[in-house]
C-alpha cells in the first residue's frame, strides 16, 4: 500500500484524516478539564460487537493506567506508548487516531519516533516528512537476508556522500502542535560514521549531533534546539578521515511538555519473525522507555499456506521475549487482526485459528490482548467492513475511515480499562 501524492493532495487528505480522527474526540475530556476518567464513544456500526470492546486481561496493564492517570493529575511526567506492525501501521492512520485521542486527553509531548520512509522509497506518514538531497540505499526488515543492519525504524537508508542531508517536517494535525524542541537521531555510531549539524529554514546551524559525545545509547545522540520548530536539516559533517557514511534508523522528534509519546513502527509485508531477526530493532526499542508496547501483527501471517499455528504463535513470543529482555518493565498488548480476505476474494479460515491461537497465547501468559478480531465481526465480517467503506478493494487493506475507525475503537477499549482502574484512586486534587 503505497501512496504517491502532491503537495495539494497531500494537504487534502492531512484535512480529510484530521475531521476523520477529530470525530469522536467531541465526547472526550481534554487533559485540562481535570476529569479523572475520560469519557468516549465512537461511531457505530450493525455488524461490530461494541459490547465485546474490551482489553482481556486489562489489569495486567495497571501501571500504565497509572502513569496516565498521573498525567490527568497535571504531574510531570511522560508516558512513552509504542505500536508495532505492519503495512496497517506504516500508513500511520491507526496509530495517528491512537497519538491524537491519547495527547487529547493526556496530553502532548510530541510527535515521537519518524522514519526516513520517503527517503527509502516507500509510503509516509501524513504528519511528516523527511526528504534527502542524495539518493539512499535503503532496506526494509522483511529481506532478512540482506546484510544491511535494521534498527528501531523497521527500515534502514545509507549514505557514502558527503554532502548528504535530511530535511525533517513535522506538520501540526488540528489543535495538536507537533513543533520539537529536542531531537534524539538513531543511527550506527561508529569511528565511520559522519557526524551532523542541525540547520534552521535558513541554513543557520543551531546545533549539532555529534558521536563522540557521552550519550546514554551506543545507537544515539541527542540535542536540545534553542526553540520549538517544525522544520529542520541535518547535514553530514566529517570531522576525521574515518568518517566515510551515514547509516540512520529514525528519530526521535519531542518538545518540552508533559504528556504522552506515542510511537509506532509499521512495515509493509512484516511479520513478527522479521522484527526478531532485525538486528538491532528490540535493542533500540529500550532508547523510547516504553511503558507500554501494543503488538499488532497477523495480517501477513495469515496469507501464508499451509498456515502453521503453532509456528506462528512461537514466532510471536520470540518477538515478545526479545522486547521484554530490553524492556522488562514494559507492559505489552497484543491486538489480534481483523477479518479480511485471502488473495482478494476468498474467505480466510486461517485469521479464525490465527485470532484464537493469540487469545489463548496471551492468557497463558498473562499478557494483555484486545480481539479485534471477534469484536469486529469475526469470520466472513470483512464483507461487512468492505460493505460500509471501511475496506479498500484488494480485501486485506482498509480505508482511512476504516482505519481510524479501529484507532478510535481500540482507544476506547483502553478507556474502558482506565476508567475502571481511575474509578477505584482518590480524587484528583
Known amino acids: ?14 484535512r480529510s484524516i484530521w475531521l476523520l480522527l477529530l470525530l469522536p474526540l467531541l465526547h472526550a475530556c481534554s487533559a485540562a478539564d481535570g476529569g479523572k476518567e475520560v469519557p468516549y464513544t465512537v461511531q457505530k456500526y450493525p455488524f461490530i460487537h461494541t459490547e ?38 506504516q500508513a500511520d492512520f491507526i496509530s495517528s487516531a491512537l497519538r491524537t485521542n491519547f495527547q487529547t486527553a493526556f496530553g502532548n509531548a510530541g510527535r515521537g519516533l ?23 540505499t535503503s532496506k526494509r526488515c522483511v529481506f532478512v537476508n540482506d546484510p544491511m543492519p535494521i534498527g528501531i525504524g523497521g527500515v534502514t537508508i545509507r549514505s557514502f556522500s558527503e554532502n548528504t542531508s535530511f530535511r525533517i517536517r513535522s506538520f501540526n494535525q488540528g489543535p495538536l502542535n507537533y513543533a520539537f524542541s529536542k531531537v534524539t537521531l538513531f543511527y550506527q555510531k561508529d569511528s565511520s560514521a559522519f557526524d551532523f549539524d542541525v540547520l534552521d529554514t535558513a541554513g543557520r546551524i543551531i546545533s549539532s549531533l555529534h558521536h563522540a559525545l557521552e550519550d546514554d545509547y551506543s545507537f544515539t545522540s541527542r540535542t536540545d534546539l534553542p526553540y520549538n520548530t517544525n522544520d529542520i536539516t541535518l547535514r553530514v559533517k566529517k570531522l576525521s578521515e574515518q568518517q566515510n557514511e551515514t547509516t540512520v534508523y529514525g528519530l526521535n522528534l519531542e518538545n518540552d511538555s508533559s504528556g504522552v509519546l506515542f510511537h509506532s513502527v509499521g512495515v509493509n509485508g512484516a ?18 522507555q516504553p511503558q507500554l508496547i501494543i503488538i499488532s501483527l497477523g495480517t501477513n501471517e495469515a496469507q501464508r499456506l499451509p498456515f502453521d499455528t503453532r509456528g506462528t504463535i512461537a514466532k510471536l513470543d520470540s518477538l515478545v521475549k526479545a522486547l521484554y529482555f530490553y524492556n522488562p518493565k514494559a507492559k505489552i498488548l497484543i491486538t489480534t487482526p481483523t477479518d479480511s480476505y485471502f488473495r482478494k476474494k476468498y474467505y480466510n479460515n486461517s485469521l479464525a485459528a490465527l485470532h484464537t ?33 471501511l475496506m479498500r478493494a484488494d480485501g486485506i487493506h482498509f480505508t482511512s475511515q476504516g482505519y481510524a475507525f479501529q484507532g478510535n475503537l481500540l482507544f476506547e477499549a483502553l478507556m474502558k480499562a482506565y476508567n475502571q482502574y481511575a ?6 486534587k
Open 114 to 136: 519518524v522514519v526516513p520512509l520517503h527517503v527509502a522509497g516507500t509510503n509516509e506518514s501524513f504528519n511528516y516528512r523527511i526528504t534527502s538531497n542524495v539518493v539512499c
Open 271 to 288: 511479520e513478527a519473525f522479521q522484527y526478531v531477526r532485525a538486528s538491532y530493532f528490540a535493542e533500540q526499542t529500550q532508547a523510547l
Open 1 to 14: 500500500m503505497t501512496y504517491h501524492l502532491s503537495g495539494r493532495d497531500s494537504c487534502y487528505l492531512l
Open 357 to 389: 491461537a493469540m487469545v489463548q497465547y496471551a492468557t497463558d501468559n498473562g499478557i494483555a490482548i484486545w480481539d479485534l478480531y471477534s469484536i469486529g465481526g469475526g469470520y466472513k465480517s470483512c464483507y461487512q467492513w468492505k460493505r460500509y467503506g
Open 52 to 89: 465485546r470492546n474490551e482489553i482481556i486481561h486489562a489489569e495486567s496493564l495497571d501501571s500504565v493506567f497509572e502513569q496516565l492517570y498521573q498525567l490527568r493529575a497535571s504531574r510531570p511526567l511522560r508516558v512513552n506508548i509504542l505500536q508495532i506492525g505492519d503495512s496497517h501501521i
Open 423 to 428: 474509578q477505584n484512586k482518590p480524587d484528583i
